[in-house]
């Protein structure tokens, strides 16, 4: 190797790598105890961990190219290359593989990958390079509303898929956006979106009318003073109360007849311990799961799994729900039940642990770019992450619906593993010309 490599590659911050590779080798020895039998030999081509390897290696290969190329490629393709996600995500539209309901697969022979996990390697160059523009103020509304739409366009899009969960990762872009100067009122906002779908779901829809009309009139009361002096404080707050009974009235209930899928609506009342409303009943009639199904049934087995692992887990390859597959999705969105089950607390809290050491040195690494553009897309590998790895593991012990989110370097899947891998390994080659201001 030529002293000029050898200096490229003394620059890779290797903390980082490190985490990223011991994470990859858990989720293959994970998937390797999901499938692997007694009796089967070691070595099976057409096992779903060997697929896993192939992947790591392509991962690999192509995280060697991205060393090797000189960072300000990465700033200069980052608006076609968003253009260029666009596009598949529109013609998987039409053109997509139909996989459990969803048609957010491209498929070529038997070659699959899903658009929706390459496109976040995309959105977050694109967000990264928007934001970072000389000419990019980002505390006007008219550029953070361009902001919000490269997050939500690819969504948008994953939505008309019918792949709702993956489409939910997109909205982590708005606390990279918040750490670029995105006001409070957002994010108070955002929470109070999420607290009035949940409002919507627990109340009775006419209940929820007089609470929110009673709670605008005492705030009406409170404020009465500046109400009387200013004209557009009645106008925010007839407009607000109208804005909440709207949202909760119509869009909610729209939402769930015309967009979310019927598991999704069966695991999302699951999650919050309540009975699908009987307006919903015919959806659920007519969909995959079938009304009297039981429909916790994953996050049943998965807490069970997991419970039985108890402090130090049964063993490597001794997990009784993991050989006999009493856990649905074992190998791709169930699969951290496979490390609860086999090694317990311990070894579930070690697990958390390398994932929340990966996410804080992402941080170290976004604050110490010189360039704004790698610092925002250091940030968006960050939420990138976090948003998998929490929902994630919130699903499988019943604190989150089943929406199918993968758990980054562990569950099985090449679109993801690749995903996940380029994103580290972008991140790995701007760092390594962290004194340079990138454009």
């Given at each position: 190797?030529s002293?000029?490599?050898?200096s490229?590659?003394s620059?890779v911050?290797?903390?980082?790598?490190?985490l990223?590779l011991?994470?990859?080798?858990?989720g293959?020895?994970a998937?390797f105890?999901?499938?692997h039998r007694?009796?089967?030999?070691i070595?099976?081509?057409?096992?779903?961990y060997?697929?896993?390897v192939?992947f790591?290696g392509?991962a690999?290969?192509?995280?060697l190219?991205?060393?090797?190329?000189d960072s300000?490629?990465?700033?200069n393709?980052s608006?076609?290359s968003?253009?260029?996600g666009?596009?598949?995500l529109?013609i998987t539209?039409f053109?997509?593989?139909d996989?459990k309901?969803?048609r957010?697969?491209l498929?070529?022979?038997s070659?699959?990958f899903?658009?929706g996990?390459?496109?976040?390697?995309?959105t977050?160059?694109?967000l990264?390079k928007?934001?970072s523009?000389?000419?990019?103020n980002?505390?006007?509304?008219?550029?953070?509303?361009?902001?919000?739409?490269?997050a939500?366009?690819?969504?948008?899009?994953?939505?008309?898929?019918?792949?709702?969960g993956?489409a939910?990762?997109?909205?982590c872009f708005?606390?990279?956006?918040?750490r670029?100067?995105?006001p409070?009122s957002?994010?108070?906002?955002g929470f109070s979106?999420?607290?009035?779908?949940l409002?919507?779901?627990l109340?009775?829809?006419?209940?929820?009318?007089i609470i929110?009309?009673?709670?605008?009139i005492v705030?009406g009361f409170?404020?009465?003073d500046?109400?009387?002096?200013h004209l557009m404080?009645?106008?925010?707050?007839?407009g607000?109360?109208a804005a909440c009974m709207?949202?909760s009235?119509?869009?909610?209930?729209?939402?769930?007849k015309h967009v979310?899928?019927?598991?999704?609506?069966?695991r999302?009342?699951?999650?919050?311990g309540?009975?699908?409303?009987?307006?919903y009943q015919r959806k659920?009639e007519?969909?995959?799961?079938k009304?009297?199904?039981s429909s916790?049934?994953n996050?049943i087995?998965?807490?069970?799994?997991i419970?039985s692992g108890?402090?130090a887990?049964k063993?490597?390859?001794?997990?009784?729900?993991?050989?006999?597959e009493?856990?649905?999705?074992?190998k791709t969105d169930?699969?951290f039940?496979?490390?609860?089950e086999?090694?317990?607390?311990?070894?579930?809290?070690g697990l958390?642990?390398?994932?929340?050491l990966?996410m804080?040195?992402i941080?170290y690494?976004?604050?110490r770019?010189?360039s704004?553009?790698?610092r925002i897309?250091a940030?968006?590998?960050a939420?990138?992450l976090?948003?998998?790895?929490?929902?994630?593991?919130?699903?499988?012990i019943?604190?989150?619906?089943v929406?199918g989110i993968t758990?980054?370097?562990?569950s099985?899947?090449?679109?993801?593993l690749?995903?996940?891998?380029i994103?580290?390994?972008i991140?790995l080659r701007l760092d390594m010309?962290?004194?340079?201001?990138?454009?």
């Amino acid at each position: 190797m030529s002293t000029t490599h050898k200096s490229l590659f003394s620059r890779v911050d290797a903390i980082t790598f490190l985490l990223y590779l011991t994470l990859v080798i858990v989720g293959l020895l994970a998937v390797f105890s999901v499938e692997h039998r007694t009796a089967d030999p070691i070595i099976m081509m057409n096992k779903a961990y060997m697929k896993q390897v192939m992947f790591f290696g392509i991962a690999l290969f192509l995280g060697l190219i991205i060393i090797l190329t000189d960072s300000k490629f990465f700033s200069n393709i980052s608006f076609l290359s968003y253009t260029g996600g666009l596009f598949l995500l529109f013609i998987t539209i039409f053109l997509g593989v139909d996989v459990k309901g969803s048609r957010s697969w491209l498929g070529v022979g038997s070659f699959r990958f899903q658009p929706g996990e390459v496109c976040k390697i995309f959105t977050a160059l694109a967000l990264a390079k928007f934001i970072s523009l000389p000419e990019t103020n980002f505390k006007t509304t008219k550029h953070r509303l361009v902001g919000v739409a490269i997050a939500l366009v690819p969504a948008v899009l994953i939505v008309l898929q019918k792949e709702t969960g993956l489409a939910l990762v997109y909205f982590c872009f708005f606390l990279v956006m918040y750490r670029e100067g995105l006001p409070n009122s957002i994010l108070v906002i955002g929470f109070s979106l999420i607290a009035l779908v949940l409002a919507t779901l627990l109340i009775d829809r006419h209940i929820l009318f007089i609470i929110l009309t009673v709670l605008a009139i005492v705030v009406g009361f409170i404020t009465r003073d500046t109400l009387k002096r200013h004209l557009m404080a009645w106008i925010m707050l007839v407009g607000i109360w109208a804005a909440c009974m709207l949202f909760s009235q119509l869009a909610v209930p729209f939402a769930f007849k015309h967009v979310l899928q019927a598991h999704q609506i069966d695991r999302i009342f699951s999650t919050i311990g309540q009975q699908v409303p009987e307006e919903y009943q015919r959806k659920l009639e007519d969909g995959e799961e079938k009304k009297g199904n039981s429909s916790d049934y994953n996050v049943i087995q998965s807490k069970i799994a997991i419970g039985s692992g108890g402090f130090a887990g049964k063993g490597y390859l001794n997990g009784t729900s993991t050989k006999n597959e009493f856990v649905p999705e074992q190998k791709t969105d169930f699969i951290f039940c496979a490390i609860g089950e086999q090694f317990g607390f311990l070894g579930s809290l070690g697990l958390i642990s390398l994932y929340v050491l990966l996410m804080l040195r992402i941080i170290y690494l976004a604050e110490r770019q010189r360039s704004p553009f790698s610092r925002i897309y250091a940030y968006c590998v960050a939420c990138i992450l976090f948003f998998h790895f929490a929902v994630n593991i919130s699903m499988t012990i019943g604190l989150a619906p089943v929406i199918g989110i993968t758990l980054p370097f562990l569950s099985y899947g090449g679109s993801s593993l690749l995903a996940f891998s380029i994103l580290i390994f972008i991140l790995l080659r701007l760092d390594m010309d962290r004194q340079m201001l990138i454009r």
